[in-house]
């Protein structure tokens, strides 16, 4: 069975930086895309970074980029998400999906991910 454990929320203050991983569990991650979605409470699940399999191509939401950087290390089956100059609109839940494939410009539409993290709490708050 497919799983995937997110680590490394917390509470920061705003022009602090995190580092999340998505470790996976049961499966080879290297034969899956990956995404960060995060999802705040009333608000819908936005899309916020993609890697390809290889690492290759990746992709940022527009209101992350320059401040987010996604990776993989496939020999350790786990995803990154660094995240620096965090903001207070930056709180949400974090989590990881994947899917064997998918459609490069479908990137942020959670429905095109098969599996899914539980999420891990991000506050950025002064």
């Known amino acids: 069975q497919l799983q995937f454990v997110e680590s490394g929320g917390g509470l920061v203050q705003p022009g602090g930086s995190l580092r999340l991983s998505c470790a996976a569990s049961?499966?080879?991650?290297?034969?899956?895309?990956i995404g960060w979605f995060r999802q705040a409470p009333g608000k819908e699940r936005e899309g916020v970074s993609y890697?390809?399999?290889?690492?290759?191509?990746?992709n940022y939401a527009d209101s992350v980029k320059g401040r987010f950087t996604i990776s993989r290390d496939n020999a350790k089956n786990t995803v990154y998400l660094q995240m620096n100059d965090l903001k207070p609109e930056d709180t949400a839940v974090y989590l990881c999906?994947?899917?064997?494939?998918?459609?490069?410009?479908?990137?942020?539409?959670?429905?095109?991910?098969?599996?899914w993290g539980q999420g891990t709490q991000v506050t950025v708050s002064s």
């Open positions: 999906a994947a899917a064997p494939s998918i459609y490069a410009s479908t990137w942020y539409q959670f429905r095109a991910y098969k599996y």
């Open positions: 890697i390809s399999r290889s690492g290759d191509l990746t």
């Open positions: 049961g499966f080879t991650l290297d034969s899956y895309v």
